[in-house]
């Protein structure tokens, strides 16, 4: 049950941070050019390098936003179940695993 209620979490922080970045997005670029976003890549109003540049801008404060929020969801799960979330547990344990097997490795 704690699996599906983190992945609920990250769901809703994902799309949040999905909406927040798209509002920042096309702000910034109004703000920079003064104009409104390019809608699509074959866009007649803007050149190949504006549409490059406004999809690597969109492409990193959308990943940002969608980090910092992931990041905020497994904090509040932390706090909020005790515990870190089921895949944070998983990968821990698969890392110190990973880590015995190493030194088991080197000691032969």
């Given at each position: 049950?704690?699996?599906?209620?983190?992945?609920?979490?990250?769901?809703?922080?994902?799309?949040?941070?999905?909406?927040?970045?798209?509002?920042?997005?096309?702000a910034?670029?109004?703000?920079?050019?003064?104009?409104?976003?390019?809608?699509?890549?074959?866009?007649p109003?803007?050149?190949?390098?504006?549409?490059?540049?406004?999809?690597?801008?969109?492409?990193?404060?959308?990943?940002?936003?969608?980090?910092?929020?992931?990041?905020?969801?497994?904090?509040?799960?932390?706090?909020t179940?005790?515990?870190?979330?089921?895949?944070?547990?998983?990968?821990?344990?698969?890392?110190?695993?990973?880590?015995?097997?190493d030194?088991?490795?080197?000691?032969?």
């Amino acid at each position: 049950m704690a699996g599906i209620a983190y992945k609920v979490l990250l769901t809703v922080s994902g799309i949040a941070a999905g909406k927040a970045a798209k509002k920042a997005t096309t702000a910034s670029w109004k703000t920079a050019t003064g104009g409104t976003p390019p809608v699509d890549k074959h866009d007649p109003d803007y050149s190949a390098m504006q549409v490059a540049i406004f999809a690597v801008v969109s492409s990193a404060i959308a990943g940002g936003f969608r980090a910092y929020a992931q990041r905020k969801a497994s904090d509040y799960y932390t706090k909020t179940a005790g515990h870190l979330p089921p895949p944070v547990e998983k990968a821990k344990a698969k890392s110190e695993a990973q880590k015995k097997a190493d030194k088991k490795v080197a000691k032969a």
